[in-house]
């Protein structure tokens, strides 16, 4: 499997309860027409949770804070991504998680990559 996978660290002036609200829930959507649009076999959004448990992991570990939320797309290959990557139906939504995006996340906080299942090598 391929995966798209996008962290989002939200703002610094934009409160947990806001982000959800404001950002989480209008990327649900976006994130269900980006993954039919390319051709996505699953799709997850997840919302970090505020709890001690994370907050220890982070100052044991010396970590660095959690993302606040993650998307993840799973394809078959890498050729549907390629594929949506240049759809202009698929660049219309893009352009709508860029604009969210844009209001609520920390841009350069924030990531987004290719992975490959480890057990498909």
Excluded at 22 to 35: G, K, N, Y
Excluded at 61 to 71: E, I, S
Excluded at 85 to 110: I, K
Aim: glycine share 6%; aromatic share 8%; hydrophobic share 50%.
């Amino acid at each position: 499997m391929i995966r798209l996978i996008f962290c989002a660290r939200r703002r610094a002036d934009i409160d947990a309860l806001a982000f959800r609200r404001d950002w989480v829930e209008p990327m649900r959507e976006v994130a269900a027409e980006l993954a039919a649009l390319s051709g996505a076999r699953r799709h997850e959004l997840s919302v970090t949770l505020a709890l001690p448990e994370n907050d220890a992991f982070v100052a044991r570990q010396g970590f660095a804070a959690p993302f606040d939320a993650v998307m993840e797309l799973e394809y078959e290959d890498g050729g549907k991504i390629r594929d949506a990557l240049a759809s202009d139906e698929v660049e219309g939504t893009r352009a709508r998680m860029r604009q969210l995006g844009a209001s609520y996340l920390d841009m350069g906080g924030s990531s987004v990559f290719i992975t490959q299942d480890i057990a498909a090598l």
